[in-house]
């Protein structure tokens, strides 16, 4: 049976690199090259259609049947929990993790106020600990607000922990471990037998797991 024709929405930035690897494993053309400002391909023979976005709009295009499948970080996921996507893979590939971190490994109690870009991710967390926190949310160069005075803890993703390391910051525990998932939309994946393509991958995803997948690093 031959596998549908189907576009993905593939996130952007941090885990792109291992993710063109695993398309490239899977026997596909990734449609774009690194000098390339095109962001759109239809499916054609030579492979699935794509679309390159912001990890954010991901759920958001295959929420609205924009793209049958999705490539996007758990970090992600969990951040926009209400969109109405499925789950089918983890793709195992852009391994890093959300942590809480701070100044010292002191962890917090009390009433305390944490920064973060992950607002839903972080009041579940603090929910699950029976926390007292005002949660802080920030857009960009989060490991700044213990050291300008604006909460002594952050919640961030980080893959080495040179960033915080640099900025005198100690991570105190994991929140979210995150790697890349596949996602689909959950009309299309009945209507157009798109288990194919995650069964597809999951063998692709098998194969290379004792093969390491060259990537560029993330958010440290």
């Known amino acids: 049976m031959s596998m549908p024709p189907f576009r993905a929405a593939v996130a952007k ?6 993710v063109v690897a695993l398309w490239q494993a899977a026997g596909w053309v990734w449609p774009f090259d690194e000098h390339s400002r095109r962001l759109y391909k239809d499916p054609d023979p030579a492979g699935p259609g794509a679309i390159l ?11 609205r049947g924009i793209a049958d499948f999705g490539i996007v ?7 926009r929990h209400q969109a109405n996507v499925l789950e089918v893979l983890d793709l195992g590939v852009g391994r890093c993790r959300v942590v809480l971190a701070g100044r010292t490994p002191e962890p917090p109690h009390g009433r305390v106020r944490i920064a973060t870009r992950y607002p839903a991710v972080t009041r579940a967390y ?7 926190a005002e949660v802080v949310e920030l857009h960009g160069s989060v490991e700044l607000a213990p050291l300008i ?11 080495t922990g040179v960033t915080l390391a ?6 105190i525990e994991t929140v979210l471990p995150v790697t890349a998932r596949l996602i689909a939309n959950p009309a299309l994946w009945r209507a157009k037998d798109l288990a194919q393509v995650r069964d597809h991958l999951r ?5 290379l797991q004792a093969v390491p997948v060259a990537g560029t690093p993330g958010k440290e």
């Open 166 to 171: 640099e900025h005198g910051l100690v991570e």
């Open 126 to 132: 603090v929910a699950r600990k029976g926390l007292m």
């Open 203 to 207: 063998t692709v995803v098998d194969r």
């Open 53 to 63: 976005v912001k990890g954010d709009d991901v759920p958001v295009l295959v929420e």
């Open 13 to 18: 930035g941090r885990i792109l690199d291992e």
């Open 73 to 79: 970080g758990k970090d992600i996921l969990a951040e």
């Open 149 to 159: 005075g604006l909460s002594p803890y952050i919640v961030d993703i980080v893959q």
